[in-house]
């Protein structure tokens, strides 16, 4: 009796052994599969959740630039692309043209900008366009030989590109001097001095230097 009910037993667990065998390897196999597509789902997840961003982010700055388009003066322009500075710039047969190079993250250039747009109203004929620094268009910048921010230039019908100089806060009034004599067509002389009246004045960079100010 002894000996049947062990190979009895044996026999039972002979029999049974595959099967819980094959239910853990079921489980294992079930529980990986749902892993994996949890996996999946969170990665595809991410993903949608990242374009989302991107896609409401570039939304946001579109409008804040739309915003900002609207409370600019109407002779000032932004451009972003080559084309576009072709077409602003480089078409521009009957007036002289003021650009600023400049970039959002630049505090020189912040700075400068209440005086940049000042001068454009003050100066309603004259095209004044802006030109931010951006990863499309980096090589713009590059292209035109731009050293350092913010820059400026100053076109004419006739003469092209006449100037070309740094307009951080020191030297931006020597810099709309000359944008003025070249509007009146003719250059300041002081009485009794020759030397040339658009020199930065050392005074300006010294207190820029002692204040902190660009």
Not at 71 to 98: A, C, F, M
């Amino acid at each position: 009796i002894l000996l049947l009910s062990s190979a009895g037993v044996l026999a039972s667990s002979f029999v049974h052994a595959p099967k819980t065998s094959s239910l853990s390897f079921a489980r294992k196999r079930c529980r990986h599969t749902y892993m994996t597509f949890s996996l999946k789902e969170a990665q595809k997840s991410s993903f949608e959740d990242r374009m989302r961003s991107v896609l409401i982010g570039d939304r946001k700055r579109e409008a804040a630039e739309e915003e900002v388009k609207k409370k600019l003066p109407e002779n000032v322009k932004i451009v972003t692309t080559l084309d576009e500075y072709k077409n602003v710039v480089g078409s521009e047969k009957d007036r002289i043209v003021v650009v600023r190079f400049f970039a959002r993250w630049c505090k020189a250039c912040q700075a400068v900008k209440p005086l940049f747009y000042g001068l454009a109203i003050r100066l309603p004929k004259i095209v004044f366009v802006d030109v931010p620094v951006t990863e499309e268009n980096a090589n713009l910048h590059q292209g035109l030989g731009i050293p350092s921010l913010p820059f400026g230039h100053i076109y004419t019908p006739d003469g092209g590109l006449v100037e070309e100089s740094r307009i951080t806060r020191p030297y931006f009034s020597t810099f709309a001097k000359k944008l003025k004599s070249y509007i009146s067509g003719s250059c300041e002389l002081l009485e009794g001095n020759s030397e040339c009246p658009y020199k930065v004045e050392e005074k300006d960079i010294t207190s820029s230097s002692i204040t902190g100010r660009p």
